[in-house]
């Protein structure tokens, strides 16, 4: 994942650099976002999980900055609310445990696409950092809970009583998918994210019960984008 999201930087560093070896752009596309997002935290020591299902909805910002030989350069952001958490696995009794955890994500991406800009269809592939901050939690329980029921459970049982201690978060992503182009309608893109959480959503020193909690989060979602601004290149396929 590192070795791509280099390369893709690398890729439209490059091409912004030597504007003379590839046909410039200055394209601007806002719009929406909306989607599925499914989550589970790498938690050390472990806490046996299912993933958690929540939604994303936001706004989306692209800046598309050249066409390099068949491959076009863009740069994206979003602002996109998220609902993340884990839902855990408990067996030997009927107990169910779910912590959602409300985020605000931001992710600043590099894009690399082929095929028709304009109209018809394009493959892409995008990556970049993301930074996120939890604006809230809420958990749900349901069973009997009892100290039986607890002491039966697999795994730690320390994270009942924890709130988010880091609501700052930052991580990687990386994605790929597939843009459809109308003119004078604009872009609809179906994509397919992964990100890897960097940081922990507890504190993690040598006396606190988990050395690593960090999201884990693969997203679906579908996105509208409408160009404000275009270059006057001529005719582009």
């Not at 020591?45 to 909805?57: A, C, K, R, W």
């Amino acid at each position: 994942m590192r070795h791509l999201l280099s390369t893709i930087i690398a890729m439209c560093t490059v091409t912004m650099m030597h504007a003379q070896v590839g046909k410039f752009r200055s394209d601007l596309a806002i719009g929406v976002n909306t989607g599925l997002v499914m989550n589970r935290v790498s938690f050390k020591p472990s806490v046996p999980q299912n993933m958690h299902m929540g939604l994303e909805m936001g706004i989306s910002l692209r800046y598309t900055c050249e066409k390099y030989f068949s491959a076009v350069c863009a740069l994206q952001t979003e602002v996109n609310f998220s609902q993340l958490g884990w839902k855990e696995d408990i067996r030997h009794s009927d107990d169910t445990y779910q912590r959602t955890m409300n985020y605000i994500n931001i992710p600043f991406l590099a894009r690399l696409g082929w095929g028709r800009e304009r109209k018809g269809f394009m493959g892409y592939i995008i990556a970049g950092p993301q930074i996120g901050f939890c604006i809230g939690e809420s958990e749900t329980r349901t069973g009997e809970w009892s100290d039986y029921t607890i002491a039966m459970r697999e795994g730690s049982t320390r994270q009942y009583d924890l709130q988010c201690q880091r609501k700052f978060a930052y991580g990687i992503t990386a994605g790929a998918g597939l843009e459809f182009s109308r003119p004078k309608i604009g872009h609809f893109t179906l994509e397919a994210r992964y990100n890897f959480g960097l940081s922990d959503i507890f504190d993690n020193s040598k006396r606190d019960p988990f050395q690593r909690s960090a999201n884990s989060t693969i997203s679906v979602k579908l996105t509208y984008l409408y160009d404000v601004l275009k270059t006057k290149n001529g005719t582009i396929k």
